[in-house]
């Protein structure tokens, strides 16, 4: 048995596989990003570090990675917040759970882009129902409520829906202009976001043992917070876990949304990375800077793995 | 002071009805236990004296104070559940503190940080430490004050629950079969601790289980509750000598009391297998069942006319006592049957056998299970 090679034979097959299709082309990945390699040429040069000195200095790279990390620092703690509230809410309905959690799970089964397209309608300028809902309400509740006058600081003279409605109705293009696209898109990522994360929590809000409320209420935990600070919120450390880094590496990775809806644009102020990716090495051939975004996006993702692997995991499993 | 009163308790779900107008007085100090087979209503009774399930109607009086409308973390008693319930990740310490903390420090005080700039903080903060200490060391827990709950056994984890509920001197400790997820060893272990505990505390207990035994060895007084009804509430020695119906002599006492289908005739002599009882049944001309505990029928070799005859079916060694399963004529039950083993290790399966009964020990109960007395106390 000592001298046997069998056991080499049963693991080969797997070995192989997870080579030639996993870590072959990651390094492949690695090997173009350091070259001029295009698709389709005969031969190649190795320029060293040029191209990831280009995503670091080149403008469109810088706004890449602006629009990448604005993207995934809105929608990650928004949508898991909302979706803790959600399923706390939810979770406390006596009936009827079903029919919220079905309609907030709906953006989650749907086809992105389906979806996209009817954001595109409903977002347009002119034609969409957003701007014609709030061109309709210059004057009235509508005007009170979403220009802010309820606040005290806000003068209802100038508020931004205020001059929108004394300036011919003139509402933001939101996908279409540089100061809103990303926020618009931010909020669809959202939108999209928060079901998914809400139906993680459910579960998670399940697997509490209910003993643990009333050994609360027992032990003098009497307002909803102190019971939350004290059960809910450690038992859900676990699912916390999971939906923030699942969230963030589906953050990361948001691509349909923006190649429907705005291609990156308007100047470049949603140009996260999968789409640069997209955008450089496949329709534009530019083989070797693709690569070079996929391997910082690849050293993204591993940080991150990694900060959850070994630093927060065990804070969360007791 | 720790009584507590139930009055008139009431407790449906739905159209089921779980509790049937309970009353019980428990007395400042007692050790009451609520026993009962599973699914009788005992853990919901405790729930409502918790206040942690509302009663359908009745009310619930903690020191004569009616707290019906009072919430459960407001009527200053204690839990100990039966998955312990400890938090599972905070320190045996945190766990232990956390009752106090809650109880003691203010709103302001409990917020991270900023709430140490209270004045009073420090020496709550030390008061809280005394007692912990004090309770670890009493339970003998005070090298686990830095483990958490994942780390201890069970039995550590039940102390860890006890401490949780004694750190705070209660009115009352509410106990949900605290011992039911230990091993049998240290189950009985637990018991005597339990009792020394209490004797110690001389705090009100009340106590729900589904073993006889732990009612039987710990309370000083038993409440025997069948399908949502208190058919019994009185010391142990006495619901065990004295059982008001058939259901709580087959629920207390283990093994079971033997039941025998007899009748008495019209002078109220109670006749069963080929044996006539000497005492009379107040109940002449009925059928009957009579209960026999297996401690008071012995196996002899004489043959009279109060012994009657069987066949060992299974011979059941506990080391100190063996029972003998034991089929007698015409009756399709087995009983059972107490022997010492010095005198009967000669017997083994398949044995016939006679058996003698004690005198003045049989237990009469009518067709409806409620028990009947003798009209003298004489045979």
């Keep these: 048995m000592h001298n046997s090679k069998a056991h080499l034979w049963f693991i080969a097959p797997a070995i192989i596989l997870m080579i030639i299709i996993l870590i072959f082309p990651l390094f492949l990945a690695g090997g173009i990003s350091f070259t001029d390699y295009n698709l389709g040429n005969k031969t190649f040069e190795w320029i060293g570090l040029e191209n990831y000195d280009k995503m670091f200095n080149r403008k469109t790279y810088v706004k890449m990675i602006w629009a990448t990390a604005t993207y995934v620092i809105v929608v990650v703690p928004i949508s898991v917040i909302l979706g803790l509230c959600a399923a706390m809410l939810l979770n406390s309905l006596r009936f009827g759970a079903d029919i919220y959690k079905t309609i907030f799970f709906l953006p989650v089964m749907a086809t992105l882009l389906a979806m996209a397209i009817a954001w595109e309608f409903t977002l347009h300028p002119t034609l969409g129902i957003v701007n014609n809902f709030l061109a309709n309400g210059c004057g009235g509740a509508r005007e009170f409520i979403f220009g802010f006058h309820w606040l005290p600081w806000v003068d209802s003279e100038q508020s931004w829906y205020a001059v929108a409605c004394a300036n011919n109705m003139d509402f933001p293009y939101w996908l279409k202009q540089k100061n809103t696209a990303i926020w618009t898109v931010c909020f669809i990522g959202i939108w999209q976001a928060f079901g998914f994360n809400m139906v993680l929590y459910l579960a998670g809000l399940t697997g509490i043992p209910r003993e643990l409320y009333q050994a609360a209420e027992m032990d003098g935990a009497k307002s909803t917070w102190e019971q939350f600070k004290l059960v809910t919120w450690p038992m859900l450390g676990p699912t916390t876990l999971f939906v923030v880094t699942i969230t963030t590496i589906r953050t990361f990775q948001v691509f349909d949304t923006i190649e429907i809806l705005t291609k990156g644009g308007p100047s470049k102020t949603t140009y996260v990375m999968m789409y640069a990716i997209f955008e450089k090495a496949i329709q534009q051939n530019l083989t070797s800077i693709g690569a070079a975004i996929t391997v910082v996006f690849i050293g993204f993702i591993l940080i991150l793995t990694f900060f959850q692997r070994y630093i927060i995991e065990k804070r969360v499993h007791y | ?379």
């Excluded at chain 2, 005080?109 to 009493?138: A, D, W, Y």
């Design chain 2, 1 to 379: 002071m720790g009584t507590i009163s139930l009055k008139n308790i009431s407790k449906s779900f739905g159209s089921t009805q779980v509790l049937n107008n309970l009353n019980v007085d428990i007395q400042d100090g007692e050790f009451l236990t609520l026993v009962g087979p599973s699914g009788c209503g005992k853990s919901t009774l405790l729930r409502i004296i918790a206040g942690l399930e509302q009663q359908t109607s009745g009310d619930v009086l903690i020191d004569n104070k009616n707290v019906n409308k009072i919430r459960a973390s407001e009527r200053d008693l204690a839990m100990v559940f039966q998955s312990y319930a400890l938090y599972p990740h905070l320190t045996v310490r945190r766990n232990l503190e956390t009752p106090l903390r809650l109880r003691d420090y203010n709103a302001f005080e409990r917020l991270p940080l900023i709430g140490n700039f209270s004045p009073n903080k420090k020496s709550k903060t030390e008061s809280i430490n005394q007692l912990v200490n004090k309770t670890s060391e009493t339970l003998q827990i005070s090298e686990l004050l830095d483990r958490k709950p994942g780390q201890l056994s069970g039995g550590q984890r039940q102390r860890v629950a006890l401490g949780r509920a004694m750190v705070r001197e209660p009115v009352a400790f509410l106990m949900d079969e605290p011992l039911s997820n230990l091993d049998a060893a240290l189950r009985v272990h637990m018991r005597s601790e339990l009792s020394e505990l209490h004797n110690s505390l001389k705090t009100t207990f009340v106590y729900v289980t589904h073993d006889q035994a732990e009612a039987l060895t710990m309370s000083s007084r038993m409440a025997v509750m069948i399908d949502g009804n208190l058919l019994q509430l009185d010391t142990p020695q006495e619901v065990y000598d004295n059982p008001s119906s058939l259901s709580v002599a087959q629920f207390v006492g283990s093994p079971k009391i033997n039941i025998f289908n007899g009748s008495s005739d019209s002078s109220g002599t109670v006749n069963f297998l080929n044996v006539n009882l000497k005492r009379k049944s107040s109940e002449s001309n009925s059928d009957l069942h009579i209960g026999i505990r297996p401690e008071h029928l012995e196996i002899t070799n004489d043959k009279d006319e109060n012994t009657f005859g069987g066949t060992v079916a299974y011979r059941e060694n506990l080391g100190s006592d063996i029972y003998f399963h034991v089929n007698i004529e015409d009756n399709s039950k087995k009983i059972i049957v107490r022997g010492l083993p010095q005198f009967t290790h000669q017997i083994t399966n398949g044995s016939s056998v006679n058996i003698k009964r004690d005198s003045n020990k049989a237990l009469l109960f009518n067709q409806t299970g409620m028990r009947i007395h003798f009209n003298n106390a004489m045979g």
